[in-house]
């Protein structure tokens, strides 16, 4: 069994203190690759893409 690697949400600028999930990219129990595009996170500024580190499996979303 491999490894759960939580995931955590990037800070994009100093002022950053909070942003949300616009939409989840990816779904439970699906495979995806190393620069693969997870999530798009909204801030008060920008939406921005976060990307895949690793190659992996979702095994579960726990938050929305």
Do not use: H
Request: include cysteine; charge should be negative; aromatic fraction near 8%.
């Amino acid at each position: 069994m491999s490894r759960i690697r939580a995931f955590t949400m990037p800070k994009w600028g100093i002022e950053m203190t909070e942003g949300t999930i616009a939409e989840w990219m990816v779904k439970e129990g699906e495979t995806f690759k190393r620069g693969q595009t997870l999530c798009l996170i909204e801030t008060a500024k920008i939406t921005n893409e976060v990307e895949a580190e690793y190659e992996a499996t979702v095994r579960r979303i726990i938050v929305d």
